[in-house]
């Protein structure tokens, strides 16, 4: 589909592990963003990854981006009880973004 | 002030109904959006506003009509709407500089309004 994948589609780790979501897509991008939505409520951007970029760290976010494979991933370092959410990735080129399917991560505390 | 704010949080109305969704940002952005949400799905792209133009409508059927009166606020008109049009309804909005083009700045989300449609 255009979405492309996310996986894992729910994702259940304890509190202090680390989470991994990965992302692909199909078609080429300008750029990738990273957003979590708590349930039934908005998006919350957390992270935003030019095309040219391979890397970058928000935080306990450490995000990754290959070109080559369509790919990018969201690293969650020590996670927490409120870390709990839908995560996202949003590919966008000029004039379109879309949104992947989405990971949840649950994160038991 | 960096919020989306959206009124109201929560709307029932009946398909013979008409309803608004409004959307307010003061962060001087210029280009808006509306977003649908079915349960545990991602959100659709609607309408996209830029410069308080309209610029992209992504097929949405004319039971929904956006309105941008002014740079700060964007509203959804609702008319007899279909059980299957209940969902989340989400406005965003970004900086859209003519640089960077629309769609590949952040975009700041609302809470949304929880529409059911009986």
């Known amino acids: 589909s255009q979405q492309g994948e996310e996986d894992p589609q729910a994702l259940s780790i304890q509190e202090g592990e680390n989470a991994t979501m990965n992302c692909s897509y199909k078609t080429s991008i300008n750029n990738l963003q990273w957003y979590r939505q708590n349930s039934g409520r908005g998006l919350v951007h957390l992270i935003l990854?030019?095309?040219?970029?391979r890397e970058k760290h928000s935080g306990r976010l450490r995000v990754t981006l290959d070109t080559s494979k369509k790919s990018s991933s969201l690293l969650i370092t020590a996670s927490r009880a409120a870390d709990t959410a839908s995560y996202f990735c949003a590919r966008t080129s000029y004039d379109k973004v879309i949104f992947g399917p989405g990971t949840s991560l649950s994160v038991i505390p | 002030d960096t919020e989306v704010t959206q009124t109201p949080k929560h709307l029932v109305m009946g398909m013979t109904n008409k309803k608004s969704l409004k959307c307010e940002q003061h962060m001087g952005h210029r280009a808006m959006y509306w977003y649908k949400q079915k349960a545990k799905k991602p959100p659709e792209l609607m309408f996209v506003?830029?410069?308080?133009?309209?610029?992209i409508n992504e097929s949405v059927p004319s039971r929904f009509s956006p309105e941008c009166p002014n740079s700060s606020l964007l509203n959804l008109h609702l008319h007899a709407l279909q059980p299957e049009d209940s969902a989340l309804y989400l406005c965003?909005?970004?900086?859209?500089?003519?640089?960077?083009?629309?769609?590949?700045?952040?975009?700041?989300f609302g809470p949304g309004t929880r529409l059911t449609v009986l």
């Open positions: 990854i030019r095309s040219n970029e």
């Open positions: 506003y830029s410069y308080e133009k309209l610029s």
């Open positions: 965003a909005s970004s900086h859209n500089t003519m640089a960077s083009g629309a769609f590949t700045d952040t975009q700041y």
